[in-house]
């Protein structure tokens, strides 16, 4: 088992970015929610890419563009085996999440949802999990329900349960809380679905880069992640789905690749999974992406986590010390994220004045502001850790908080 703690050095070392001054301090990254920095190994894999397999992709006649194809078709394998998906043809390229979302809340909505009929979300879904929904109930008079959660940020599955009846029909819910950092217990939600006969879609965008997922094990109908949470580039995610459901569902966005056949009196489509990817697709940000992946698993994701889990609570407990400083999201069950106000001090504020320390975190409502609602606020402070950050960074989040506190003071 690899312990990052003892070979910490040397990852850092793989992320040229972590090297940056800001106002003559060393960067401290905390922002890591919001998007991960990207190891020498992504960025060569996109120069790489541009500058020697460039070359649109599916158009077989030429050497390079047999090499664009290959690469991107192997990168399409090696996401399957990343969630042990039971085939790569269940594997979908998007452009991150958000487009993932919609192209489900799109086509599975034409296809399955109609007046009357009701889709349950939760109260800590980031905007991109519950806009697309509301979307879709307007175009179809559809309802939206939404388990709500306790204070601590744990759901409450009692509510859920009593939500869920013949109306129902796809329950899309976050996997990790990118706001309160709780970890829902997806698999015993899915279950619940599935014994009503209910889909559920995964929202992974925060669960991928620190605890092992298999969709399988989960039995997830839907699971969709983003490429630049998980160490690859921006622009390119994925929506896994399970055959049974992508089989009938209709295309999303019409374009070259996704047919079979185009004549004005009829069109056919392409099989799994071009049915659902229109026009020329990212093909060096997927093979980014797969190198990514790549990283993260020579790393080992349990490593990670195991990692990630001691920085978290580290930090839990520093943070707790400070006087007046109040954490929102306090479930048992938590990744790598604390949301947080101190004092009267508006987050923005102090986000500001941590950042001429060198330390970068976010503030706002960061795309939740259902969970700024539920508080009776307008926005927290935020850090979020990757593998990659270290207990001193910890420590110097909570001297430069002091430090502001004493300014305000
Ligand atoms: N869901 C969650 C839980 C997220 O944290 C994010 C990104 N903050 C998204 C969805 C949207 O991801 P993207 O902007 O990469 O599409």
């Known amino acids: 088992m690899m312990d990052i703690k003892s070979n910490i050095a040397a990852i850092r070392a793989d992320f040229p970015i972590l090297d940056t001054e800001v106002y003559k301090h060393p960067l401290v990254y905390l922002d890591n929610a919001a998007t991960t920095q990207k190891p020498a190994c ?6 790489e890419g541009y500058s020697r397999h460039n070359a649109n992709v599916h158009r077989w006649v030429h050497f390079l563009s047999q090499v664009a194809t290959e690469a991107h078709e192997a990168a399409r394998q090696t996401v399957a085996s990343f969630l042990n998906a039971a085939s790569s043809s269940e594997i979908i390229f998007t452009r991150g999440t958000t487009e993932a979302v919609n192209l489900v809340a799109f086509s599975f909505g034409e296809k399955f949802v109609s007046a009357g009929n009701e889709i349950i979300v939760s109260e800590m879904e980031h905007h991109s999990n519950i806009v697309p929904w509301q979307l879709l109930c307007q175009r179809k008079g559809a309802r939206l329900r939404v388990i709500p959660f306790d204070d601590r940020g744990d759901l409450d599955l009692s509510v859920y349960e009593s939500l869920i009846n013949e109306k129902t029909k796809l329950v899309a819910v976050a996997q990790v809380s990118n706001t309160l950092g709780t970890v829902n217990p997806v698999s015993e939600m899915i279950r619940t679905a599935h014994a ?21 094990a989960l039995d997830a109908d839907f699971y969709v992640f983003s490429g630049h949470k998980i160490y690859g580039p921006a622009g390119v995610g994925v929506l896994y789905g399970k055959e049974k459901w992508l089989e009938q569902m209709p295309p999303y966005q019409g374009g070259g690749e996704m047919i079979a056949r185009v004549s004005f009196e009829k069109t056919t489509f392409n099989e799994l999974p071009y049915k659902f990817e229109a026009g020329t697709p990212d093909f060096i940000g997927s093979t980014a992406l797969a190198e990514a992946i790549r990283y993260v698993e020579n790393i ?41 106000q101190v004092d009267r001090i508006h987050p923005y504020d102090m986000g500001t004045l941590l950042d001429k320390l060198g330390i970068a975190l976010r503030t706002g409502h960061h795309c939740a502001e259902p969970v700024m609602a539920h508080y009776g606020i307008d926005s927290t402070l935020r850090a979020s850790f990757a593998l990659y950050n270290t207990f001193e960074e910890v420590d110097a989040l909570v001297a430069g908080i002091r430090k502001v506190k004493t300014l305000f003071e």
Do not use: C, W
């Open 42 to 47: 992504v960025i060569r894999r996109i120069e």
């Open 196 to 216: 009503h006969g209910v889909p559920v879609l995964i929202d992974g965008a925060q669960a991928v880069q620190h605890i092992k997922v298999d969709v399988r």
């Open 300 to 340: 080992g994701i349990e490593n990670i986590h195991a990692y990630e889990s001691g920085l978290l609570a580290y930090a839990t407990q520093q943070l707790s010390q400070i006087e007046g400083l109040r954490i929102f999201g306090q479930s048992a069950n938590k990744e790598s994220v604390v949301s947080m």
